[in-house]
Every structure is written in structure tokens, then in C-alpha cells.
């Protein structure tokens, strides 16, 4: 199969790009690839909304600049910071023109909720359920192009670059496409592309406690480092600080969002005690970084195993207007938020780093672009302020889109080899899978998690060379399948956080290795 620009991800990202050129070039064609149903992916969650300023007369760019740096603790690039803020509305009007809804105030205005870190009102939203009506309206929109295809459960397994070319092999190193699993047919694809884009999302399945839906395996980000591209601030994993606490842990959990304390939720412990004055004048609304240390030092402290967010005191009538969907889950699960507090605790959330991109969202390999959760674009730093994320997708999208507006570089007609899969055969016993990704993810919770520690990260590699010797045989015998690139992608990803936390010497923003602590 061949392609002018093979997209993988069908999330805000991903949609955004596909539908910037396929707009702009009809003649040429888009295919998307993704591994789940089409609207699968951490957009469709999303629930707190995109931050941009446009209450000129109290929010400013440049108070929006400074929320993000601050948040970012030192390590944002401060010229990526100011032009994704400014190049917000702009994003934001194209989104609308596409078709999707957000709430307005009683003045007509946009309604503009608040989440840590902001200095200001500046959160556009559509109700508590965001993600879902950007990810239904850029769907809809991909649907009327007749120059995109979508191919949905077809899971990229890796990058084509010089390695797999059998014959000639260009001088300079370059992405040519993906080998791709249509886990329907069970055959893997060779799709040929001019240029491919990576919006393959998150990773936070690698900790299994995680707001992230079981997507989020890091796929993009282990088929980069796998292809030589360069990736960085892997170290920088954001917990998000409430999400509803459930006794088995290792599993999706739902998300209460950070609007909820921008409206005025406390935080309490077992006892009571609304405990976040303690840690940080801003208390609730300080960023997530600072509430979810301050949450990990409490439940240290009294040894339980999560806290609550208390809206008992909240106008309940607007609380259900704005939060629907948190106060039918919640109800779902018996907690009525007018009497009862929300158990909550933290849980892994969003990757700061991945993919280093530059400005247009290119990688360190030629005809590579990145964009959305799986790139490592400058804007974030060491921790990322809230609804920074979808606003940093469709900036990032909308730059690859300019950049390969103008783009003049020829198609090489390079033969390319279909997989090899000779000697692997179906494997016996696929609960195999499922105790590595079980090992993994225990791992990672236990000693690479909010609080870390040069002794627990050392640790963590020696178990984790045990787990991907095991996955690498498995993996060279074996008849590929969607769980086990999954799990060999993860331990991937989980390689590049320990080691990049390694290297890490001095505590930033969602950083925390209590030997960096200097007494
Ligand atoms: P995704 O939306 O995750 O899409 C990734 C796509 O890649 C998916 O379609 C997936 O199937 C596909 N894919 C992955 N690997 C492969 C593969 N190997 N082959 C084929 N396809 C593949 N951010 C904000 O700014 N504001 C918010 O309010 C907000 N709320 C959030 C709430 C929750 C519960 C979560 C989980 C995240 C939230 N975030 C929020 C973060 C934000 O939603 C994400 O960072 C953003 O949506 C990522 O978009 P994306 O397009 O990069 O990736
Ligand atoms: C939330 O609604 O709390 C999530 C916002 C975000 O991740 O930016």
C-alpha cells in the first residue's frame, strides 16, 4: 500500500493533521492508521477542556505564558511556550468551524473554567466530557474528505527506515512508511509513505494504575527510540492528582478532573483535614505536580490508601450543569456528592516527554513528524499545566500541516521488503503476555512512581532486563500479535523513563528522587 502521509493515531492530533492537508491537497491521499475503533484514544476522555486566553479584558498571553513556565519549573523552551499560547485561539476558532460545541456563559460568552496552575479563567469546555466532542466533531469532518482513509484495528508495529531496505539503501537514514498488523486478517501490511506522522498518544497503561484508556502503551514512543530517533524528558511522568480511588488498583481509573477543584472542591484526609494549605499557598489549586506530592506525603504519613475531594459544600445544581459525567459516575458507585466525598488518589496521567520534535514537529529522522501526547515539543518542561495537552495537539498539527504545505522533497522509489516472519510460529501459551505486562506494571508502580529513589531505580532495571530477555525471545519465535508488541513497546518506554530518571540529578516539576534532596 502506498501513501503521501501515513498518519498513526486517530486521536486530536492525529485528525487534526489529516484533516489540515487532506483539505488543502485533494489529490493526495491520507491514511490513517489506528489500533482500536476509530475514536479510541486518551482524546476521547478528556475531560477538563483546552486552554486559551480570551478574556482579553482579565487573562493576558503573557499570564498564560507564565502559568505554563511556571508549572514547567525551569525546563520549558520559553520560545515554544509563547508561540503555542499564542497561536491558541486561532486553533481553537478552526476547531469550531469543524463542528465542535462548547459551553457558553449567561453573556454569551465562552464559558471559561479554571484548573491548577492557571493564573485565570481560560479553560474551554463541552461540559465535563471534552475529548469525547472534539474526537466526534473531527471524526465527522475526516468522514466528508474523500483523500482520507481510515483503517482502524491495524496496529503499526514498526517504522520502515534504512535497517529493513535489503537492496540500495539511501546515504541519509529516512522513515519510509510502517509495517502495520490488520489484526482482523492477522497479516502484516507494508504501507509505503512519503511522510509519516506519529499521534500514537500516551503511556500511562505501562503503569496500569492510570487515568489512560488500555490504548496508551507508548507504542509511537518505543518505534521512534526503536528507529534511532531521539527522545527525551521520558523521566517526566505527570500523576494526576484525583482520580477515583478503586481497591483494585491495577486498572483504568476514572478520572475526576481538575476542573472540579477549580470550582471549588477540597481536598481532605481520613481524618478531615483539608491538608493542601499545608503544602502550598495556592492549596488546590496549586499544579498537579505539587497536589499529587503533597497527596503521595500524606498517604505515606497515615498509611492509607487514599484521600477525598469534598464538593459537599458546592452549588450542586451548577456542579451537575458543568460535571454531568463525574456526577453520574459517581453516582454509579453509590457516592452521592452531596453528602459523600470522593475517594481519590493519584494515578499516572500524561507523558511530558517523547519524541524530541522541533518547532514544525519534525524528529531527528527525515520524513518523521510527531505531534500530541507521544512528542517531546518544549512546551511542558518538567510538568505540564493543565489542558496545555490538546491545545499543544492541535498546535503541533496545525505546524506539521504548514511545514509539509511547502514541502517539495521527491518520492523515492525504493523497494521495500514485505515483514519477515520465518521461523516464528503461534505461540502456546499467551498468558505469558499478561504475567510480563502484570510484572511490568508492578514495577513501575512500586519503584518508579511519584516518589523515586537512586536504590528503587536500580532495582527497577535489574527486574525489568529479566522481564524484556524473557519478552525478546518470546518475541523472535513468535507469530506477532497486538498484545505482545504492545508489551514489548511498554518495556521499551519503561527502559527510557528509569534510565532518563537516572540521569536526572536534580529535582523538576513531576520529578522526585529523594537522593537528589539536598539537606
Ligand atoms: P490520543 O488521543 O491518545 O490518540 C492516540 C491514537 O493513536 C489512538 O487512536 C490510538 O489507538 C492510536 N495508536 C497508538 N498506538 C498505535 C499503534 N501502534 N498503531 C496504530 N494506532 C495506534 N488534556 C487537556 O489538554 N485537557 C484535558 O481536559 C484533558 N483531560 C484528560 C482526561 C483524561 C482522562 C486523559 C486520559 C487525558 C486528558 N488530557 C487532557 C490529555 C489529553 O487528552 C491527551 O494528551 C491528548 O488527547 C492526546 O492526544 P493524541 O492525539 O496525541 O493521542
Ligand atoms: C482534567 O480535567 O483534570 C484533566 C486536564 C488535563 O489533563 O489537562
Known amino acids: 500500500m502506498t501513501t503521501n502521509y501515513l498518519v498513526i493515531g486517530s486521536g486530536i492530533a492525529g485528525l487534526t493533521f489529516s484533516v489540515k492537508i487532506a483539505e488543502k491537497f485533494p489529490d493526495r491521499t491520507v491514511t490513517i492508521i489506528t489500533k482500536s475503533n476509530e475514536e479510541e484514544s486518551n482524546t476521547k476522555y478528556a475531560q477538563g477542556g483546552v486552554a486559551v486566553v480570551l478574556n482579553s479584558e482579565k ?4 499570564k498564560h505564558i507564565q502559568d505554563t513556565l511556571n508549572a514547567g519549573d525551569g525546563l520549558c523552551d520559553p520560545t515554544i511556550v509563547e508561540m503555542v499560547v499564542k497561536e491558541g485561539p486561532k486553533r481553537l476558532e478552526e476547531l469550531i468551524t469543524w463542528g465542535a460545541n462548547f459551553d457558553f456563559d449567561t453573556s454569551g460568552n465562552l464559558d471559561l473554567g479554571k484548573e491548577g496552575g492557571h493564573s485565570e479563567n481560560r ?13 466526534r466533531a473531527l471524526l465527522t469532518k475526516a468522514h466528508q474528505l474523500e483523500n482520507i482513509r481510515i483503517l482502524p484495528h491495524h496496529f503499526a508495529i514498526d517504522l520502515i527506515t534504512n535497517h529493513h531496505l535489503t537492496e540500495v539503501k539511501p546515504k541519509i537514514d529516512a522513515c519510509y512508511g510502517a509495517y502495520v498488523l490488520d489484526q482482523k486478517t492477522e497479516t502484516i501490511l507494508t504501507i509505503k509513505a512519503q511522510h509519516t506522522v506519529l499521534a500514537s498518544g500516551g503511556i500511562g497503561w505501562v503503569y496500569g494504575h492510570t487515568t ?9 514512543i518505543a518505534m521512534a527510540y526503536r528507529a534511532k530517533a531521539k527522545i527525551a524528558d521520558m523521566e517526566f511522568v505527570q500523576f494526576h492528582p484525583t482520580a477515583m480511588y478503586n481497591a483494585l488498583g491495577n486498572q483504568s481509573s476514572f478520572l475526576i478532573s481538575e476542573a472540579v477543584r477549580g470550582f471549588g472542591a477540597y481536598l481532605r484526609n ?6 493542601m494549605p499545608k503544602y502550598s499557598e495556592k492549596a488546590e489549586l496549586a499544579s498537579r505536580d505539587i497536589v499529587s506530592q503533597s497527596i503521595d506525603s500524606e498517604l505515606k504519613k497515615t498509611g492509607d490508601t487514599h484521600v477525598f475531594l469534598d464538593c459537599t459544600h458546592l452549588d450542586i445544581t451548577a456542579f451537575k450543569k458543568h460535571f454531568p459525567n463525574i456526577y453520574n459516575k459517581c453516582k454509579s458507585h453509590n457516592i452521592s456528592i452531596e453528602t459523600d466525598w470522593i475517594p481519590v488518589v493519584p494515578a499516572a496521567h500524561y507523558l511530558c516527554g517523547g519524541i524530541h520534535v522541533d518547532k514544525n514537529g519534525k524528529t531527528s529522522i527525515p520524513h518523521l513528524f510527531a505531534c500530541g501526547e507521544c512528542a517531546r515539543t518544549g512546551l511542558h518542561g518538567a510538568n505540564r499545566l493543565a489542558s496545555n495537552s490538546l491545545l499543544e495537539a492541535l498546535v503541533y498539527a496545525h505546524n506539521i500541516f504548514k511545514y509539509l504545505s511547502e514541502d517539495r522533497s521527491q ?3 525504493l523497494n521495500i521488503p514485505v515483514w519477515n516472519d520465518a521461523g516464528t510460529m503461534t ?3 499467551h498468558i ?7 510484572q511490568l506494571q508492578a514495577l513501575m508502580r512500586n519503584y ?3 516518589v523515586r529513589s537512586n536504590d528503587r531505580l536500580t532495582k527497577a532495571i535489574k527486574h525489568l532486563d529479566l522481564i524484556y530477555n524473557e519478552v525478546e525471545d518470546f518475541y523472535k519465535t513468535s507469530k506477532l500479535s497486538t498484545p505482545l508488541c504492545e508489551l514489548r513497546n511498554m518495556i521499551n518506554v519503561a527502559h527510557l523513563i528509569i534510565n532518563q530518571s537516572l540521569s536526572r540529578k536534580e529535582n523538576k516539576g513531576g520529578y522526585f528522587n529523594v537522593d537528589n534532596v539536598v539537606n
Do not use: C, M, Y
Not at 59 to 62: A, N, V
Not at 212 to 220: E, F, K, L, Y
Not at 270 to 275: L, Q, S, V
Not at 432 to 438: G, K, V
Open 59 to 62: 487573562d493576558s498571553f503573557k
Open 123 to 135: 479553560v474551554v469546555h463541552h461540559k465535563d466530557i471534552t475529548g469525547f466532542e472534539i474526537e
Open 212 to 220: 489512560n484508556p488500555v490504548i496508551a502503551t507508548g507504542d509511537g
Open 270 to 275: 481520613k481524618a478531615g483535614e483539608r491538608f
Open 411 to 413: 518520492t523515492l522509489n
Open 427 to 429: 505461540p502456546k501459551e
Open 432 to 438: 505469558l503476555i499478561q504475567h510480563n505486562l502484570q
Open 448 to 450: 518508579v512512581g511519584i
